[in-house]
């Protein structure tokens, strides 16, 4: 049974930062791709970053380059997201998520993954 478990959401000001964890079960964590991605209210989800089985390969959309970075410990079996100089805009739900394939830019998109986490609420006050 794969698991996800995501955490170190929360409340930040505008400007702070944050890092969410991601930690997977169930699965053989060091072969797979893992993203991140983000809903607003009212709004779709939306791709976030993602990075390949070994770290050496990423991809991040492209309003978020320089702010986020992605990163993993394979020892440990998570996922990071550091979150900085946040902004209002940024208050979503953040999702981690196992991909399907290799590394390639299906990690863009919603279809390029198998299993998904529950959810850490992020929110930004202006």
């Known amino acids: 049974q794969v698991q996800l478990v995501e955490s170190g959401g929360g409340l930040v000001q505008a400007g702070g930062s944050l890092r969410l964890s991601c930690a997977a079960s169930g699965i053989t964590f060091s072969t797979n791709a893992m993203g991140w991605f983000r809903q607003a209210p009212g709004k779709e989800r939306e791709f976030v970053a993602a990075?390949?089985?070994?770290?050496?390969?990423?991809y991040y959309a492209d309003s978020l380059k320089g702010r986020f970075t992605i990163s993993r410990d394979n020892a440990k079996n998570t996922v990071y997201l550091q979150m900085n100089n946040l902004k209002f805009e940024d208050t979503a739900v953040y999702y981690c998520?196992?991909?399907?394939?290799?590394?390639?830019?299906?990690?863009?998109?919603?279809?390029?993954?198998?299993?998904w986490g529950q959810g850490t609420q992020v929110t930004v006050s202006s």
């Open positions: 990075i390949s089985w070994n770290g050496a390969g990423t």
């Open positions: 998520a196992v991909g399907t394939r290799g590394f390639g830019p299906s990690l863009k998109t919603k279809s390029g993954y198998a299993y």
